[in-house]
């Protein structure tokens, strides 16, 4: 009994023994399997879950007006990336993911073999939500998707010009978007996470530099007058056939930027029809010479310097004038006029007259004071500074010209800025387009007070039954400025044929709030004066303005009451 117990009991163990050689055998050749035989396929799987890090987009900071609201917002969108020699491993599944991507499958085939020995390549940049589900539900092989922010303007052309855009990495390319980019694109950061094979990530490992998001931007800019001032300088280039246009409306008393438009326009919000030459904004970076818009400096100074009293009478019979070889004209002549006429009706050779007896270094104090000449200090992109020469190489020719408009260059954006002068007992006050604190810019002495209001009064009488733009009238609003009526220069000389028109105004005369500047180029409908073609724009766009702001009527009269009150409505 005892040596049958032995024999079962070493049978076992025989065995047990056979089993374990059996086991370790297996387990060698899993073994082997694993490390030779399929080494390569579980390297790749590894790589495909391995701890990656990647960048966590920063939000691009909103730009918006002064009262909130948004002019440039950043949305989330999903861009498709892939890794190429994964997808190429799947190349049966490129037929199906081409087509959602809307692709050509063979040109998509070839972009990934040409770059097949990289890890990461971008396949569509910011798709729209349903696109990108749909190539999520593909579950591709080496496709993933990857968050990103994508630029929206929501006004789009009307305020393309001022807030300017950016390119499909958000970087900003014109306007304020890339005036303050270093402020509003914040910080990418980064992270450590874990990706399945399909390039998904599974869950966050680690922060390693949180994203720091961009800071939001208040424009002075009023989105309301923005629209107003954009569509009637559209209608106006239009209706005239013209081949641009500029406005801008300031705040005289903050020199707050209330609105600035520019035709023609562009839309921000399709990158892939931008022309480049649309783009730019002509109220800051593009001058002319604004021909008798100057006037009410060549009057100032020379009151200023006492080159004529207040009262003078000015001979200017019979219309035109010689100097040295270059005659001046007026439109007709005017005869004896003061200095009131000279205004309201744009004589140029009473402006000649003012300025040959005017001292050159006087003259040339006045403009530089007024902003001529010189940047404005705004921080748009590509601002001017124009052109006014240093006054000892002024030809008795060109101080001549120089009192009626012509031989300096200047920016619709300056014009506005000087004449704010007017408004402000004489100190020209500091534009600015974005709402900051701390700004030290003081306002600019240009003239004396009583000069200031002297022109003011001179000025309104522009827009009266005698002047050259009675179209700049506002019902209920006492209104002044001056028009000019420009000939382009051309290689030759001056074109016969190519105006520029402007006007530039303010209101109310009896406490001015707001001055606007609009510049209409080459007009060729048949009409092409200032007051005829700017002054319309003018009066619509400020009638606006001083609604909204509720700026009290300053010229009540009878009719004057009954027409305000029937533009207005019914009272709320």
Known sequence: MGALKRQVSHWRLKVLASGLLVMTALLLLRAMDLQVLKQDFLQGQGEARQVRTIVEPAYRGLITDRNGEPLAISGPVETVWAHPGELLAAV????????????????????????????????????????????????????????????????????????GFTDIDEQGQEGMELAFDGWLAGRPGSKRVLRDRHGQKIRDVASILPARDGNDLRLTIDQRLQYLAYRELKAAVQSHNAIGGSAVLVDARSGDILAMVNQPGFNPNNRAQLDLSMTRNRVATDTLEPGSVIKPFTVAVALETGTVSPDVQLDTAPGTMRVGRHTVRDIRNFGRIDLTTLISRSSNVGSTQLALETPPADFWRMLHQAGFGRSLGTGLPGEAGGVLRDFPTWRRVELATLGYGYGLSVTPLQLAAAYTAFANDGYRVPLRLVEAAGDERQPEPVMRADTAHQLLAMMEHV??????????????????????????ATAGGYAKDRYQSAFVGLAPVSNPRFVMAVVIDEPSAGVYYGGAVAAPVFARVMESALRLFNEPPDNLGEHGLRMALERRGPAS
């Not at 040409?114 to 496709?143: D, M, T």
């Not at 998707?145 to 630029?151: K, P, T, V």
């Not at 009266?464 to 382009?488: D, F, L, M």
């Open 92 to 163: 049966h599944r490129l037929p199906e993911l081409a087509r959602v991507l809307e692709m050509e499958a063979t040109v998509l085939r070839a972009r990934l073999e040409q770059r097949a020995n990289r890890e990461f390549i971008y396949l569509r940049r910011q798709l729209p939500p349903e696109q990108a589900q749909q190539v999520a539900a593909l579950e591709v092989p080496g496709v993933a998707l990857m968050r990103e922010f994508r630029r929206y303007y929501p006004h789009g052309e009307a305020s393309a010009h001022i807030v």
């Open 463 to 488: 827009t009266g039954p005698e002047g050259t733009a009675r179209q700049a009238r506002i019902h209920g609003y006492r209104v002044a400025g001056k028009t000019g009526t420009s000939r382009k």
